[in-house]
């Protein structure tokens, strides 16, 4: 299983970005899906979950009202939708599938990770 982040970038604040993460090497279309993010020198934490169809959403307390997770089961995507971007969204962002089908809010609860993509927020 492979996983591939994009659409990390350099934006001003109040920008938007979208990131994406592509899933290969099997169908995932039942199992749920995440983003997290680490900051320098900080933890991973939760950002957004999805559940296998889509229809429930969860999300870290940091983004709520700003950012917007989707996936798309026929391309094995997940997206990012990042908008009003602060300089405290800086961070490498990873994406993540989970063997459940539910939507999951742990590290722990994920079982392929893929390589990071890096966003960073100007004042």
């Known amino acids: 299983v492979q996983l591939q982040a994009s659409g990390g970038g350099l934006v001003q604040a109040g920008a938007s970005l979208r990131l994406s993460c592509a899933v290969s090497g099997g169908t995932f279309t039942n199992q749920a899906m995440g983003w997290f993010r680490q900051a320098p020198g900080k933890e991973r934490e939760f950002v957004a979950g999805i559940n296998w169809s889509g229809a429930l959403t969860r999300y870290g307390d940091s983004v709520k009202g700003r950012f917007i997770i989707s996936r798309d089961n026929l391309k094995n995507t997940h997206y990012l939708q990042m908008n009003s971007l602060k300089p405290e969204d800086t961070a490498v962002y990873y994406c993540?599938?989970?063997?459940?089908?539910?939507?999951?809010?742990?590290?722990?609860?994920?079982?392929?990770w893929g390589q990071g993509t890096q966003v960073t927020v100007s004042s």
């Open positions: 993540a599938v989970s063997e459940g089908s539910t939507v999951m809010a742990m590290i722990y609860e994920y079982d392929y």
